[in-house]
C-alpha cells in the first residue's frame, strides 16, 4: 500500500510507522489516522510483524492537528475546515475511531517512541499503545481545555486507566504542557531516554519481544490486560483467562517455551496469530 502521510518500514521482526508531516511537525489530518490505521492492520495480518513501533518524522513526534485553518481548523460542520482533520460529522463513524480501534485491538504489542512534542491528537492517538518511551526533550500536553475543546480519541478512559484518575485530571484541566520527566514521573511513559536513543531503545523492546516470547501468548495477554485491568473485580476476567490457559496448555507453543527453558535454550515457538488463537478469540466480537 503507498501511504503519503506516514512512513512504514520493517527493521526485522519489528514494524516502524513514522508519522511523516515533518514540515508541519507531523500535525494530524484525517487522511494520516485512516493511514495508520490501515498500517496497523496491515501489521496484524503478518506473522512476520512481532511488534509495531509508532515514532514520528523530524523534530517532533505530533504537535496536534493541523490548524492551518485558525479557529476553523476544528469545525466538522458542512463545509468546514476540521472535516480535514477529523473528518465529516454526518453519515458514519468518525476517522480517529478507525486508529484508535486499530491500536487497541492489534495482535501485535505497540511501543510509542516520542522523539519530540506530543500535544493534543498528537498524545492521545498514542495512548492505546503498550509501551511508551520518550526523549529527554518531548513535551507532553493534554491541551483541548485551553482551545475550548473536550479531550478526544477515547482519551478520557485511556488517560485514567494508564495514570490513575487524579493525575488524568490534573493534565486534562490545566491543559498545560509539561516535559519528560513529569511525564515519566506520572507515568505517562515507561522510560527517558537521550534524544538520539529514543528508535534504538523502542527496537531493542521490540527485538526482546520477538526473541523471547510466543506470537500468539502476547496476542492474548494484551488484550486481557488492555479490557480487563480497568475492571474493579477479577471474576469477568477469570471466565476467560482460565479456559485460554487450558486451550494453549497442550499446545506446541507451550511445547516449545518449557522446553526451551529446561534445555536452557533460545525459543523457536511455531504459533502464528493467523492460524493458531484459541477458540473464543475474539470474545469481544461475540465469539465463545
Known amino acids: 500500500m503507498n501511504y503519503e502521510q506516514i512512513r512504514f518500514e520493517r527493521n526485522g521482526p519489528a514494524a516502524i510507522i513514522t508519522l511523516d508531516r515533518p514540515d508541519n511537525y507531523n500535525a494530524y489530518t484525517a487522511q494520516m489516522g485512516q493511514e495508520l490505521a490501515a498500517a496497523i492492520r496491515r501489521c496484524d495480518g503478518d506473522d512476520s510483524v512481532r511488534a509495531v513501533i509508532l ?8 504537535v496536534g492537528a493541523d490548524m492551518s485553518a485558525g479557529a476553523a481548523s476544528f469545525d466538522t ?26 491500536l487497541y485491538n492489534s495482535l501485535k504489542p505497540t511501543i510509542a517512541a516520542f522523539n519530540g512534542a506530543a500535544v493534543g491528537v498528537g498524545i492521545t492517538l498514542a495512548l492505546p499503545t503498550d509501551i511508551k518511551i520518550a526523549a529527554s526533550t518531548a513535551k507532553f500536553g493534554f491541551v483541548f481545555t485551553q482551545r475550548g475543546l473536550p479531550p478526544e480519541a477515547g482519551s478520557a478512559w485511556f488517560l485514567p486507566q494508564i495514570v490513575g484518575l487524579p493525575q488524568a485530571l490534573k493534565w486534562c484541566l490545566t491543559g498545560r504542557v509539561f516535559d519528560a520527566a513529569e511525564a515519566l514521573e506520572g507515568g505517562l511513559v515507561s522510560e527517558v ?21 510466543a506470537p500468539v501468548s502476547v496476542a492474548l495477554t494484551r488484550q486481557l490486560l488492555w479490557r480487563y485491568g480497568p475492571d474493579s473485580a477479577p471474576f469477568d476476567l477469570l471466565t476467560k483467562d482460565g479456559a485460554f490457559a487450558l486451550a494453549l496448555g497442550a499446545s506446541d507453543d507451550v511445547k516449545e517455551g518449557v522446553g526451551a527453558f529446561l534445555e536452557k535454550r533460545a525459543p523457536a515457538f511455531p504459533g502464528k496469530v493467523s492460524r493458531d488463537m484459541p477458540k473464543g478469540f475474539p470474545w469481544w466480537d461475540g465469539n465463545s
Open 193 to 213: 531516554v537521550a534524544p538520539d536513543e529514543v528508535l534504538s531503545a523502542a527496537l531493542k523492546l521490540a527485538h526482546e519481544i520477538a526473541r523471547n516470547t
Open 55 to 62: 515514532t514520528g518524522a523530524g523534530r517532533h513526534f505530533c
Open 77 to 102: 460542520s458542512d463545509g468546514g475546515a476540521g472535516a480535514k482533520n477529523f473528518g465529516s460529522t454526518k453519515g458514519g463513524k468518525r476517522d480517529g475511531a478507525g486508529f484508535v480501534g486499530a
